[in-house]
C-alpha cells in the first residue's frame, strides 16, 4: 500500500499526463516516412555495412571534438542497419526523448520556483510548444537534436544539484552531461554563457569573473577545443562549407549581425506559430507598408523582412511585459532573469546559418530555445502569484486561474497546430509510401546495371514546376537505396552521394555494377547515343500519373524509342 | 536689474547657436508650397487666403491655423518671395522656444546647467530642421511651439504654487498656440489630467476618475474613432482611418526616439548594410523596390533595434530614479506627443516622418532623456567612490555632450546645404526668367523646349504662372486656393512635371509646351493665339528669352 501511495503521488501523475498529451499530440508521427537526408543517411549505412559508416571521414581527434555529430550518428546508423526504412524506432526514440526533456524542464523550473504546479505547467508548454515541433517531426533530427537537448538539461539539473548540495560530484556529472550533449550536436555550446550565469545567478556566494572562469575551465577548454577543430573543418572544406554555414563572402560581418538580429527576431518566434505571424505580419504591412500593396513579392516581403520587424516588435513588447513583472515582483527577480538570458543565448550557436526564404530558422533551431520559452511561461505564472500573494488571497486565485487558462489554451491551440502539420505529412508520407510500393510491385526484380527513366504528369510539387513525383531529393539516390537489396547497385555510388540532388540524372558504373536515372527522355536518348556498351534491356520507364497517384510501367515504349 | 543680466546673456548666447545653427536659412528660398501662397497672395493683395471663409466657430477652433497664416501671410504680402524675413522669424523663434524650455528645465531639474545643456540640445537637434526650413508653415510650427512651452511653464507654476489662475493661463496659453497649429492639442489631456490631478482632493480622485473611465468606456472605441474623424475633417486630413492610426501611436513613439539621436543618412547607411549582409537574395529578386527596403524597412529594422536599447536604459533609469511621478509625466507627455503625427502622417514613404512633425515632440525628447541622464548619473555617482573617478565621468560626460552639438550642428548644416542648393536653382531661374521676359501678354502660352523638368517639385507651367503672379496676366483661378471646381486648378494637371496643353476657363486661360511638335500642332489649330506666345531657349542649365519672331518660327517651320 505504501509503495502504492508513493508510486501515485503528484510528481508520478504528472510523467504520466505529459506522456499522454506528448503521444496524443505526435502519435501520428509513427504513420510518416523518411523526407529527405533520411535517403541519404540510409544511403551511407547500406554502402558501408558497419556501424561505423558515418565516422571513416573524421580522425579520433575530430570526433572527440564532436565532428559528425558521433553519437547522434551511431544511433542513426543502428536503427537503418536493423531497422531499416522504419520510422517507428525513431519516432519511439524521438517521444520518449521528448518526454524525458520535459520531465527535466519540470525538474528545473520546479527547483528553482519550488511549486510543482508551475513545474508541470512549464513541461506542458514545452512539450505542446509548436515553433519547435520540426526537431519530432523531422526524423533526421531526432538522434541529434533531442539527446542534444536531454544532455543539456540533464547538465543544467545536475548544475542545480551541485548549487543546492555542494557536492562536486553533481558538477563533475553536469560537465559530463554537457560534453555529451555536444556529442550530440553542437546547439548547446552557449552553456559556456550560461555555467557562469548559474553562479551569478542562483550562486549566493561572491563571484568574480576570475573565479568563474576558474570554476569551469573544463567547460572553457572542451568548447575551444570543439570551435577550433570545427573551424579548421570548415577551412578544409573550403566552398563547401556554404553548404552550411552562411554564403556570404563576408562571413564574421554575417555572424555579428546574426548575432544581434537572431536572439531578438527568434525570442518572440519562439511563442508564436509561423503562420499566425505571417498573416499578422501582412495585416502590418498593409497598414504601415502600403506601398507595397500592389508589389507582386508583396508575399515574401512580408515573411521575411516585415514578420522580421513585427517580431522584433513582439520581442519588445514581450520584454516589456517581462520588465514590468521583474518590478514589480520582487521574490521572482532571478528565475525571470535566468530564463530570458537562456532563452536569448540558445540562439547563438546558429548565429553561422543563413535563414532559409523567412523570419524563421528552420523549426528545430528552436527546441532549446522552447525550454526557455516554458521557463519564461512558469516564471510569468509565478511572478504573477507572488504579485498577487501580496494583495489578497483572492486576487492571487484570480491571477493564478486566468494565466492557468491561457496557458492552457496556448497549449492546446499550439497541439492542434502541430497534429496538423503532421497529418499533412502523413498524406506526403503516404503518396511516397505508394510510389515506391507500386515501383516495387511493379519492377520486383531489376535488371543489372538498370537504368530508371522517371516521369509523370504533375504540375509540380513543393512550389517546383518541374518535380512530377513526390520526392524532395534526388530520386535515382532513392531507388538505388531502394534496390539495394536486389545486390546489382554500387556501394560506391551510395558513398559518394551519386544522383542525390534533385534534378541530378545520369549513369555510373563502378566495380562491375552500374546504375542510371534519368527524368527527360532527351538526356537518357543522348546517353544511349554517347554510350554504345548500353542495351535497351536495362531500361525501365515509370509514369507517375498525379490524378490517380498510380505508378506505370512505361518499359516497353521507352526501349522502342532507344532502338 | 542684476535678475535680468543672466536671462538677457542666455537668450543672447542661444540666439547665437541658433543661428551658428541656422545660419544657412539666411541663403535658403522658396522650395515647395511657399510658392504656392506668394502666387495667391500677389493675386489677392491681401493677408487672407481665398480659401479662408470660415464661420466664427471654425475660426474658435483653430481651423485653417489662423493666427500662423495670417501672420505668415502678412509677411509674404511685404517681402513677396525675399525668404529673409522668414529665416530671421525662424532662428528667433527658435532663440525663443529655447529659451522657454530652459525655464521649464531650469523648474523641473533645479539645476541652471542642466536647463542650458537641455536648450541648447533643443537648438540643434537636427531630427526637426525642416520646421524651420519650411518656410511655407514654419512660422506657424514655431509659435505653435512658443505657446505650447509656455502652456507647460504655466502648468509647472501651477504644480509649484497651486495659483488656480496659472492653470487657466496654460489652458488659454495652449489654446493660442492651437490656433497657430494644431499640432500640440496632444498638450490638452496631459493640461487636463495634471488639473484633475492637482484639484480635486485625494479622496475623491477615485470617484471622479471612476466616473471619468465610465463614460470614456461608454463612449468607447467609437467615440475615439469619432473624436479622431472631427479631428481629421477639422484640420483636413487626408487618408484617416482609426486602425492605422492606432499602429501608428505604438510604432512611432518607439521607433523614433532612435531618430532623435542618430542621422537618419546614418540610419539609412546602416540599414543598407543590414539589408545587404541580411538580406542579400532581395538585390536580385527585386531591385526595383531594392530603395525603399533601404530607406523604410532597413530603416525600420535599425531604428527599431537601437530604440530598444534607447528603451531599456531609460527603464533602467526609472528603476533609478527617485522623482518617479515626473518621470512617468515626461514619458506620457513623448507618447503623447505623437497623437498628431500618427493621425496626420497615416503612412510613411520611408522609415522617417515629415521632419517638420518632429518639433513638437523635441521638447518632450530632450527633457525625457535629460531626466533618464540624471538618474543615471546620480546613481553612478552613488556607486563610484573615488573622487578622481567621479571627476573623469564628469569630463567624459561633458566632453560627450559637446561633442553632440557640434554633431548636431554639422548634420544641420548638410541636410540644409541641400535644400540651399535646390532653392539657390529655382531662384535662379526665377531670375533668368524674369530677366527674359519681364512683361508677358494676357492669357499666356509658355513654350521652353525640353524645359518641362526645370523644378523639383511642381510642373514648369504652373511654376511659370506663380513666378508671373503679380503680372496679373497670368489667370487667378490657377493661383487661388478655393477654384477646386475650375479647370485651372493647381491640383489638376498643371502640377505635374509632363503636363503641357493650353487650359481654359471662362476668359482666362494658361497654356505651357515643352515639345516643338505638340506646339506646332497647337498653334496650328488656334493661329489667333499667336499674341498670347511666350517662348524661352533652355541652353546648358540657363534659360534666354525668344522673341516673338523666334517663337513663331518655331512654329512655322516645316517638317
Not at chain 2, 476668359?507 to 515643352?514: D, H, K, S, V
Request: overall charge positive.
Amino acid at each position: 500500500m505504501k509503495i502504492f501511495s508513493k508510486f501515485l503521488r503528484i510528481d508520478t501523475v504528472f510523467y504520466a499526463v505529459l506522456l499522454i498529451i506528448i503521444l496524443f499530440t505526435y502519435k501520428g508521427l509513427f504513420k510518416t516516412f523518411f523526407q529527405q537526408d533520411e535517403w541519404a543517411s540510409m544511403g551511407i549505412v547500406l554502402g558501408h555495412n558497419t556501424l561505423l559508416a558515418n565516422f571513416s571521414d573524421y580522425s579520433i581527434v575530430q570526433l572527440l571534438a564532436g565532428n559528425g555529430r558521433v553519437l547522434g550518428s551511431f544511433i542513426t546508423v543502428i536503427f537503418d542497419r536493423y531497422f531499416p526504412f522504419e520510422v517507428a524506432p525513431f519516432v519511439l526514440f524521438a517521444l520518449i526523448t521528448h518526454w524525458l526533456n520535459a520531465l527535466l524542464t519540470y525538474g528545473i523550473v520546479k527547483r528553482i520556483t519550488r511549486n510543482k504546479y508551475i513545474g508541470f505547467l512549464s513541461a506542458l508548454v514545452f512539450a505542446t510548444l509548436y515553433e519547435s515541433s520540426g526537431a519530432l517531426t523531422w526524423i533526421s533530427a531526432h538522434t541529434t537534436a533531442l539527446p542534444n537537448c536531454l544532455f543539456l538539461l540533464l547538465s543544467m539539473y545536475l548544475y542545480f544539484k551541485y548549487l543546492d548540495s555542494k557536492k562536486n560530484k553533481y558538477k563533475f556529472f553536469s560537465y559530463v552531461s554537457f560534453i555529451v550533449s555536444l556529442l550530440f550536436k553542437e546547439s548547446s555550446l552557449f552553456m559556456i554563457v550560461e555555467y557562469p550565469l548559474l553562479d551569478i545567478i542562483f550562486n549566493s556566494q561572491k563571484k568574480n569573473i576570475l573565479l568563474l572562469i576558474k570554476q569551469h575551465v573544463v567547460v572553457f577548454v572542451y568548447c575551444a577545443f570543439m570551435v577550433i577543430s570545427r573551424y579548421v573543418q570548415l577551412k578544409s572544406l573550403g566552398a563547401n562549407s556554404g553548404v552550411f554555414v552562411t554564403k556570404d563572402s563576408n562571413v564574421f560581418t554575417s555572424i555579428l549581425l546574426h548575432a544581434a538580429s537572431y536572439p531578438v527576431t527568434s525570442f518572440s518566434q519562439t511563442f508564436i506559430p509561423s503562420q499566425l505571424l505571417f498573416k499578422v505580419a501582412s495585416y502590418y504591412q498593409m497598414v504601415s507598408y502600403s506601398f507595397l500593396n500592389t508589389h507582386p513579392l508583396q508575399t515574401a516581403i512580408q515573411t521575411i523582412i516585415v514578420s522580421d520587424i513585427l517580431s522584433t516588435w513582439l520581442t519588445l513588447i514581450l520584454l516589456l511585459g517581462l520588465g514590468i513583472l521583474w518590478f514589480i515582483s520582487k521574490k521572482e527577480r532571478k528565475f525571470l532573469l535566468f530564463c530570458v538570458l537562456f532563452l536569448f543565448l540558445s540562439f547563438l550557436p546558429f548565429i553561422a546559418i543563413d535563414k532559409p526564404f523567412s523570419s524563421y530558422l528552420d523549426s528545430r533551431y528552436y527546441y532549446i530555445a522552447s525550454v526557455g520559452a516554458a521557463m519564461i511561461v512558469g516564471a510569468y505564472i509565478a511572478a504573477v502569484v507572488d504579485v498577487g500573494k501580496r494583495y489578497s488571497l483572492i486576487l492571487q486565485v484570480i491571477l493564478a486561474s486566468f494565466s492557468v487558462i491561457v496557458v492552457l489554451l496556448f497549449c492546446w491551440k499550439n497541439t492542434q497546430f502541430i497534429r496538423r502539420d503532421i497529418t499533412q505529412q502523413i498524406f506526403i508520407a503516404d503518396d511516397r509510401k505508394n510510389f515506391l510500393n507500386q515501383v516495387k510491385t511493379l519492377f520486383p526484380e531489376i535488371p543489372n546495371k538498370p537504368i530508371f527513366y522517371v516521369t509523370g504528369d504533375s504540375p509540380g510539387f513543393y512550389g517546383l514546376a518541374n518535380l512530377t513525383i513526390p520526392f524532395q531529393q534526388g530520386f535515382g539516390y532513392t531507388l538505388m537505396v531502394w534496390y539495394w537489396k536486389s545486390g546489382k547497385i554500387p556501394a560506391e555510388l551510395l558513398n559518394n552521394f551519386y544522383l542525390w540532388n534533385l534534378y541530378e540524372e545520369g549513369y555510373k558504373e563502378e566495380n562491375g555494377k552500374g546504375f542510371g536515372f534519368f527524368w527527360k527522355k532527351d538526356d537518357l536518348i543522348k546517353a544511349f547515343r554517347s554510350n554504345p556498351n548500353l542495351r535497351q534491356q536495362q531500361v525501365i520507364g515509370l509514369f507517375y500519373k498525379g490524378s490517380t497517384k498510380d505508378v506505370m510501367n512505361i518499359t516497353d515504349q521507352i526501349r522502342e524509342e532507344l532502338q | 536689474m542684476r535678475r535680468f543680466i543672466l536671462p538677457f546673456v542666455l537668450f543672447i548666447c542661444f540666439f547665437i547657436i541658433s543661428f551658428i545653427t541656422y545660419k544657412q536659412l539666411f541663403s535658403h528660398g522658396f522650395v515647395f508650397e511657399e510658392w504656392q501662397n506668394y502666387g495667391e497672395i500677389q493675386v489677392l493683395n491681401s493677408v487672407i487666403p481665398a480659401n479662408f471663409q470660415l464661420s466664427p466657430v471654425d475660426i474658435l477652433l483653430g481651423r485653417r491655423r489662423i493666427i500662423g497664416t495670417l501672420l505668415s501671410n502678412y509677411i509674404m504680402l511685404h517681402f513677396g518671395n525675399n525668404a529673409f524675413p522668414y529665416a530671421l522669424v525662424s532662428i528667433v523663434g527658435q532663440t525663443i522656444n529655447a529659451f522657454i524650455l530652459y525655464y521649464i528645465s531650469k523648474r523641473i531639474f533645479r539645476k541652471k546647467t542642466i536647463a542650458i545643456s537641455i536648450a541648447m540640445l533643443f537648438i540643434t537637434i537636427p531630427i526637426s530642421y525642416e520646421a524651420l526650413a519650411y518656410f511655407a508653415t514654419s512660422l506657424q510650427t514655431i509659435f505653435s511651439v512658443s505657446f505650447y512651452l509656455l502652456s507647460f511653464s504655466c502648468l509647472l507654476i501651477f504644480v509649484d504654487i497651486k495659483k488656480e489662475i496659472y492653470i487657466f493661463l496654460s489652458f488659454l496659453l495652449l489654446y493660442i498656440s492651437i490656433l497657430f497649429k494644431e499640432s500640440t492639442v496632444f498638450f490638452v489631456p496631459i493640461l487636463f489630467l495634471t488639473a484633475f490631478y492637482m484639484v480635486v482632493p485625494p479622496k475623491k480622485r477615485v470617484l471622479y476618475l471612476s466616473i471619468i473611465i465610465f463614460l470614456i468606456v461608454s463612449v468607447g472605441i467609437i467615440g475615439a474613432v469619432k473624436y479622431s474623424q472631427s479631428y481629421h475633417a477639422l484640420y483636413g486630413l487626408h487618408q484617416f482611418s482609426p486602425i492605422t492610426t492606432i499602429v501608428n501611436m505604438g510604432i512611432y513613439p518607439v521607433i523614433t526616439i532612435s531618430h532623435f539621436i542618430i542621422p537618419e543618412r546614418f540610419i539609412i547607411k546602416l540599414g543598407t548594410y543590414y539589408v545587404n549582409n541580411h538580406y542579400p537574395f532581395l538585390g536580385w529578386i527585386s531591385p526595383d523596390i531594392y530603395h525603399f527596403i533601404y530607406s523604410s524597412f532597413a530603416a525600420d529594422i535599425i531604428s527599431l533595434f537601437v530604440g530598444i536599447f534607447i528603451w531599456i536604459v531609460v527603464s533602467y533609469s526609472f528603476i533609478f530614479s527617485k522623482r518617479k511621478k515626473m518621470f512617468i509625466f515626461l514619458l506620457l507627455l513623448y507618447f503623447v506627443s505623437f497623437i498628431p503625427i500618427a493621425l496626420a502622417q497615416q503612412q510613411r514613404s520611408t522609415g522617417f516622418l515629415e521632419r517638420r512633425y518632429y518639433y513638437p515632440v523635441d521638447a518632450a525628447f530632450v527633457l525625457l532623456i535629460f531626466f533618464c541622464f540624471e538618474s543615471c548619473y546620480k546613481k553612478l555617482l552613488t556607486i563610484v567612490k573615488k573622487r578622481y573617478i567621479k571627476i573623469t565621468v564628469t569630463t567624459l560626460l561633458v566632453c560627450l555632450l559637446l561633442f553632440i552639438y557640434l554633431k548636431n550642428i554639422a548634420v544641420v548644416h548638410g541636410e540644409l546645404a541641400d535644400q540651399v542648393a535646390t532653392s539657390e536653382r529655382i531662384r535662379t531661374l526665377v531670375s533668368q526668367i524674369h530677366i527674359a521676359h519681364p512683361v508677358i501678354p494676357k492669357n499666356p502660352i509658355f513654350y521652353i523646349e525640353q524645359g518641362q523638368d526645370l523644378f523639383p517639385n511642381y510642373g514648369t507651367g504652373y511654376m511659370l504662372g506663380l513666378i508671373y503672379a503679380g503680372s496679373h496676366n497670368v489667370p487667378e483661378a490657377l493661383l487661388l486656393s478655393d477654384n477646386v471646381n475650375s479647370p485651372l486648378y493647381y491640383a489638376k494637371e498643371i502640377w505635374k512635371k509632363d503636363f503641357e496643353g493650353y487650359l481654359v476657363d471662362k476668359n482666362e486661360a494658361i497654356g505651357f509646351f515643352y515639345n516643338k511638335k505638340s506646339l506646332k500642332s497647337f498653334m496650328d489649330k488656334n493661329k489667333n493665339l499667336k499674341d498670347q506666345l511666350v517662348g524661352y531657349r533652355l541652353s546648358e542649365g540657363t534659360i534666354h528669352g525668344l522673341s516673338h519672331d523666334q517663337v513663331m518660327s518655331v512654329v512655322e517651320q516645316k517638317e
